[in-house]
């Protein structure tokens, strides 16, 4: 496919290449508008197995998500304070970091959210990361499952690493949060601080310099806000003081009630 096809090409390209890849949905109605066809694009991508893609339809896929890359906005670590003891806040969508390594809230299959336009961080990542990413996340749980049993799924706490494909970062850390379902417990606390220890560690390990972490478990895992980002606050603070790595933390919020939070926990 030439490189000089414009972004509305290639979103037709790739709705059309989408629709016929899915076999179930290739008859649907292609719609004229720019925020019409991106939704049916992200649907298709949500609900696509992780199989292989056609090498051309992958090029312009590419092609198109550095472009969207560009229109929404590349947010360097630069461009967020960073206190002496290593850790940021910024708000803001994610998908828009271009640090060593953000932070995806998973569940326990690890291929990513596969509900048509949902908010959730997980489906976020996937859209914008584009099909490479789940196929591999399938990839490494199909190993997993051939050591550990047909039936494996990761466990709550620790981390996958991933390449991060056409987001800005370079690096995808996917971590299952504790699942709260009634009160919140002793053991709900300290896997949620495992989750944030761990994904250190890991990070440090791999060579990176910089995490963004989102909120872990807050969303449809239901661990009380305040709570969970005080635990994440109080766990790294101990860890970069512990480590002495010089890693660089953001916290990324997307609430304007979660930013409130943080900025009166990182003020203390």
Known sequence: MKDSMTQEERLFRLVEAFKEDSGEYRDIRT???????????????????????????????????????????????????????????????????????????????????????????????????????RAECARQMDALRALHGADYEQPTAVPMLTDAYNLPARK????????????????????????????????????????????????????PAERAAEIAVETVRKWLRGSGSGMKVVFNVFKDEDLAIYQALLAG
């Not at 508008?33 to 056609?54: D, H």
């Not at 708000?91 to 990513?112: E, F, H, P, Y």
């Open 172 to 223: 995808v850390i996917h971590i299952v949060g504790p699942i709260v379902e009634g009160r919140l417990t002793p053991r709900h606390e300290a896997e949620l601080d495992a989750c944030y220890r761990n994904t250190l560690e890991l990070a440090e390990r791999s060579g990176l310099h910089s995490v963004a972490f989102c909120c872990i478990s807050t969303g449809v895992f239901r661990f």
């Open 31 to 133: 719609p004229e508008g720019t925020e019409e066809r991106r939704r049916i694009l992200r649907s298709l991508m949500n609900i696509r197995m992780p199989r292989k893609l056609p090498e051309d339809v992958l090029s312009v896929q590419d092609a198109y998500l550095a472009g969207r890359a560009r229109e929404r906005g590349i947010v360097t670590l630069a461009d967020i304070p960073v206190t002496e003891e290593g850790i940021g806040l910024w708000q803001g969508d994610i998908t828009r970091l271009a640090v060593d390594a953000i932070v995806n809230a998973a569940n326990s299959q690890m291929l990513g959210c596969f509900v048509p336009m949902h908010t959730c961080i997980d489906n976020c990542i996937h859209t914008f990361a584009g099909v490479q990413l």
